[in-house]
């Protein structure tokens, strides 16, 4: 009985104070569309494609994005990519690339599945629309997103963490610093898993911010 | 029974077989690259790898070429085997480019599957990788030797199997490189065989190229249309699963690809045996080139109206009302069902018996196989080749029904004595599998009787297969059909040359017992006393001789009403063109030329509002009054059984299969794993007493101008394919290089070859396989309107008038 209500009255001292706190800062409710909350970098919205330096499109039609996502949001078509013209880097490259977002559910695994990093989340969320067809994304939107969220400079990223550019195509090895960095930090604090704090610090880390500001132009 | 011990318990097994079939059928896992089931074993690779006792001795054996002994013992699965399978990986991997995301194979190869299950994570190879070039060896096959490991899988099976002799291995080691020579493009109509036996992507197809991945794909297994042998294929398509991922929804509902993806082979050991022809494989982009989408009327002023199908179906039942005489010429390429209801439409409901489909200059009062053997079919069955001790062939094999080769092969190794008789050497007298015996054009059957009585030893007392063509001389198949009739060790094997010919003549689509037939239908309309006209998946003006009459006689009929999936040309005299679907989009049986009836399953849409034939027969039937309530071809397929006796115990909408002892685990075997068998239909062979008089003989002097078949230029789907050009040469007449030269003319010139009064512009082709006064006219006449002056296979030649320098066609 006595427990009841001192959990009830932990709850109602927190709810008071971000009640009061809000009224101070405005910290909690925002008014959204007149303001929008800063997303993390990490946040996982609309798809975006990616290019290399020279404007060609970076993915080359493997369609492994399409083959491991789960609720089957990725239609490509390949082709044999022109040798006069090239479109992308590869022998083939997709001649369509369509993305539905009515059916993705913004997992991230075709972005890890690519092994052309062509693939990045953007933090583009407002699609709302009276259309089907507008949710359907072909490439030239999806290349539209990427200006739109990093710019016209190609790029480098794999699942959210910003990276060096010799380090292109090789997730393998970035997991594996990744793994490395991580065991020695857990085995040091003995603590939990704590997402949060294992992003924060792979950002930290030096090698990383550094590209990360320069991509940024932050 | 013999038994051997098999990772510590023991297992029974019949003598001859080898580990692998024994491990296999247990369950264990085994890898293998070099052994495929259908192909000798060559056992190269050693991937198969097994630790073996025998005697108190231990060792490696490959278990795909060692057969198994009373007492042995085998393990798959210890410690010396796996480090084996390991090792033997690591260094199958050395030199391979791992190029998986850009490789056609990379979901279905074998060394992808076999590495993951088997083989190592790293590689401990610091050097550079041998690479090769891609090489370039023809429309259909890109070859990427860099890739290649080296299993000699496709060296096996292009020179045992499908004969070829332009595949050679150069150099040795990991230099190692398979192929034809340098800038030779592969000439052997089994090719594309080589990317299904491949384990990986070292030989790719350029229909498939980079479109799609394997696991996007749907296979259906149906026939194909092609050829009278019915090869079993699965058509893989990227389609209408209700929930998979495919072409998105447009305007809310999900759009169908038309396309067909690529085409395989399906295993079906009385049939083709899992190896199909180019042909089959290669010819599937017609389905979407020049094809008529709605019903088109011809309004008044000529123009052409699109019109939907009632409206459509309603001028044209009222049209077919009050015609007097209507007929219906076809090119036996529908199925069973639609050439039944085509039947059921004339011969049921107008009481008219003018249909046919055979070509003009064939259609025969008297069918002399009929005549002779009871029955017009083929008493003998493919099968027979690999039974039969002399073989005698009338006509080209490989330009007709190209499929049976691979049997043609294989009795020609096994030593039985294979004879060809053509006016020209065909392949497989050329590449000396058979015995070429020239026939003289004009005289044929004079030169085949005098090859009876000139070989009677060689024949005597063996079990003997002719194989003719149907359009080969009627005399020549009377005698055939008489002999064979009376000779129980004579077998007969009738070539068709239109592909469904065996089901429609079955079915009863033909002019029996008082109508007319092609050759008279075609007078008739010319003379005006045929007043509606049906032309059915034929083109008359690229397909018939004597284009003259035929052209006449569709200007002469009041309606000419075409089904057909394309504009050809003879829709210009229709004044209604109904789409009807193509072969890939119907669903329905065909019947094969030894009466194999088979289920052919729709793998396409049909597209746009084209519709099966059965289908617009059907509404005919209804609307001039008549009954017919099916719904879809199995319905009509339950009442052919019904009416047609033959079919009376046939079952072809049940596939019939059974499962092998294959692993799952490996792509390219993973296929075999299903062996399809179909069903014969039953044919009363009641002979007659027939008589046969002997043709006169007109041998023609001087140069002969010779229609013949082509593989794919005679197809009436296949030469639409534009993948299918380079081995098409439109515009061009074969000659000798003796008679080219004798005339002054060389490789690729273009002339005006004078037959009749009629000057026709060509190119000229050498071709050392023809004799010095033949000059060979190879499929329809699309590009050059020959058959103007053909009114039967040949013709004299007037004269060579050369124009031009070398234009190469
Ligand atoms: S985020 Fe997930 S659901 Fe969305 S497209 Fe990628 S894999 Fe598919
Ligand atoms: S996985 Fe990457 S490279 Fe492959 S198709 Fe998808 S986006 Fe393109
Ligand atoms: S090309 Fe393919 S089938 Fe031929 S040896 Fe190489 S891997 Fe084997
Ligand atoms: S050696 Fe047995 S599969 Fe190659």
Redesign the interface.
Same mark, same amino acid.
């Given at each position: 009985m006595l427990e009841g209500l001192k959990a009830m009255l932990q709850g109602l001292i927190i709810t008071f104070k971000h009640f009061l706190l809000n009224i101070a800062t405005n910290r909690f409710t925002v008014q959204y569309p007149k303001k929008r909350r800063k997303l993390p970098d990490r946040a996982r919205w609309a798809l975006s494609l990616q290019w290399h330096e020279d404007l060609t499109e970076r993915c080359?039609? =493997?369609?492994?994005c399409? &083959?491991i =996502?789960p609720s !089957? &949001? @990725?239609? @490509? !078509?390949? &082709?044999?990519n022109p040798l006069d013209s090239p479109v992308g880097k590869?022998? +083939?490259y997709a001649m369509t690339w @369509?993305w539905?977002a009515t059916r993705c559910l913004y997992c991230g695994f075709c972005v890890e599945a690519c092994? !052309?990093e062509a693939i990045v989340m953007t933090k583009i969320y407002e699609m709302a629309t009276d259309r +089907? !067809?507008d949710l @359907?994304w072909h490439k030239e939107r999806l290349y539209e997103a990427k200006k739109q969220q990093f710019g016209e400079k190609p790029t480098f990223a794999w699942m959210g963490f910003y990276r060096k550019r010799e380090e292109m195509g090789k997730p393998i090895e970035l997991a594996r610093i990744w793994h490395e960095q991580e065991e020695k930090y857990y085995k040091n604090r003995g603590k939990g898993f704590d997402m949060h704090d294992r992003y924060k610090r792979f950002l930290l880390d030096e090698r990383n911010i550094e590209v990360y500001k320069e991509d940024l132009g932050e | 029974m013999p038994k051997i011990e098999l990772n510590g318990r023991e297992v029974e097994f019949r003598e001859g077989e080898t580990l692998l079939n024994i491990a296999w059928r247990e369950g264990e896992n085994v890898p293998v690259f070099c052994y495929h089931p259908k192909l000798p074993v060559f056992a190269g690779c050693r991937m198969c790898l097994v630790e073996v006792e025998m005697r108190g001795r231990k060792g490696l054996m490959p278990a795909c070429g060692t057969k198994a002994m009373d007492g042995m013992k085998v393990w798959t699965n210890s410690e010396a085997t796996k480090f084996a399978q390991h090792s033997v990986l690591e260094l199958l991997l050395l030199n391979h480019p791992l190029d998986c995301p850009n490789c056609d194979a990379g979901g279905e190869c074998d060394l992808q599957e076999i590495t993951f299950m088997h083989g190592p994570t790293r590689s401990r190879y610091k050097f550079p990788k041998r690479k090769f070039e891609i090489r370039d060896v023809g429309p259909f096959i890109d070859l990427y030797p860099t890739r290649c490991i080296q299993c000699y899988r496709c060296a096996t099976f292009y020179w045992t199997i499908g004969g070829g002799k332009d595949w050679a291995v150069f150099d040795r080691g990991w230099y190692t490189l398979f192929g034809p020579e340098k800038d030779k493009f592969l000439n052997n109509e089994f090719s594309g065989n080589l990317i299904e036996v491949c384990p990986l992507g070292a030989i790719t197809g350029k229909d498939y190229k980079f479109f799609t991945r394997p696991w996007e794909i749907e296979s259906v297994p149906t026939i194909s249309p092609e050829d009278s042998l019915g090869a079993n294929v699965y058509v893989d398509v990227r389609r209408r699963k209700p929930f998979s991922r495919g072409p998105f929804v447009k305007a809310g509902r999900r759009e169908d690809l038309h396309k067909i993806i690529r085409i395989n082979g399906r295993e079906n050991p009385d049939i083709n045996e899992f190896w199909i022809t180019d042909r089959d494989r290669f010819s599937h982009e017609y389905n979407n080139i020049n094809r008529v989408d709605y019903p088109h009327l011809k309004t008044e002023d000529g123009s052409w109206f699109k019109s939907n199908w009632n409206v459509a179906l309603d001028w044209i039942a009222t049209n077919l009302k009050k015609a007097k005489n209507p007929a219906i010429i076809s090119g036996a390429r529908g199925t069973n069902e639609s050439a039944y209801a085509a039947r059921k439409l004339f011969k049921e409901t107008l009481l008219i018996n003018n249909l046919d489909f055979r070509k003009p200059h064939l259609a025969l009062k008297n069918d002399p196989i009929k005549a002779t053997l009871g029955y017009s079919s083929s008493n003998g069955s493919v099968a027979d080749i690999d039974r039969a001790e002399v073989i005698i062939i009338v006509g080209d094999v490989r330009e007709t029904v190209p499929g049976i080769g691979i049997r043609l092969v294989r009795a020609s190794r096994r030593g039985a004595k294979l004879f060809v008789l053509n006016p020209y050497k065909e392949r497989y007298s050329y590449e000396g599998w058979a015995e070429w015996v020239p026939m003289r054009v004009g005289g044929e059957y004079k030169d085949f009787v005098s090859f009876l009585s000139d070989r009677k030893d060689e024949l005597m007392d063996k079990s003997v297969l002719f194989i003719i063509s149907d359009d080969s001389d009627p005399n020549i198949q009377s005698f055939i059909g008489r002999d064979v009739a009376l000779n129980e060790r004579h077998k007969l094997l009738l070539l068709r040359t239109l592909p469904n010919a065996q089901g429609f003549i079955d079915v009863g689509f033909s002019p029996e017992p008082d109508g007319l037939n092609t050759k008279e239908i075609l007078e008739g309309c010319r003379n005006g006393s045929i007043d509606f006209l049906i032309i059915w998946e034929v083109e008359p003006l690229w397909e018939y001789f004597d284009r003259e009459t035929v052209e006449e006689a569709l200007r002469n009929t009041p309606f000419v009403l075409v089904l057909t999936s394309f504009w050809d040309p003879s829709t210009e005299y229709a004044s209604a063109v109904l789409p009807i679907t193509t072969p890939y989009e119907e669903e329905g049986t065909r019947t094969n030329l030894e009466g194999y009836v088979q289920y052919c399953k729709d793998a396409l849409w049909p597209y746009e509002g084209s519709r099966p034939a059965w289908w617009i027969f059907k509404q005919l039937i209804i609307r001039l009054g008549g009954d017919a309530s099916w719904r879809s071809a199995k319905d009509v397929f339950s009442e052919i059984k019904d009416v047609i006796i033959p079919y009376k115990d046939l079952d072809p909408y049940d596939v019939k299969y059974e499962e092998r002892d294959f692993p799952d685990y490996i792509p390219t075997i993973r296929k075999l794993k299903r062996v399809f068998r179909s069903d014969k239909a039953r044919y009363e062979f009641v002979p007659e007493e027939f008589e046969i008089a002997p043709p006169e003989e007109r041998h023609i002097k001087g140069r002969i101008l010779y229609w013949s078949h082509h593989i794919y230029k005679g197809s009436y789907w296949a030469f639409r394919n534009p993948l299918q050009k380079p081995y098409i040469h439109d515009k061009t007449v074969f000659v000798s290089p003796e008679e080219g030269m004798k005339e002054g003319l060389k490789d690729g010139d273009r002339v005006i070859l004078k037959v009749k009064n009629m000057e026709f512009e060509v190119f000229i082709r050498y071709d050392e396989r023809i004799p010095a006064g033949l000059w060979v006219f190879k499929g329809l006449f699309y590009d050059v309107p020959l058959n103007k002056v053909l009114k039967e296979r040949y013709a004299e030649i007037e004269d060579v008038i050369p124009v031009g320098d070398a234009v190469k066609s």
């Open positions: 080359v039609g =493997c369609q492994l399409a &083959a =996502c !089957e &949001a @990725i239609y @490509i !078509e390949g &082709a044999v590869g022998e +083939r @369509i539905d092994p !052309e +089907r !067809e @359907i | -």
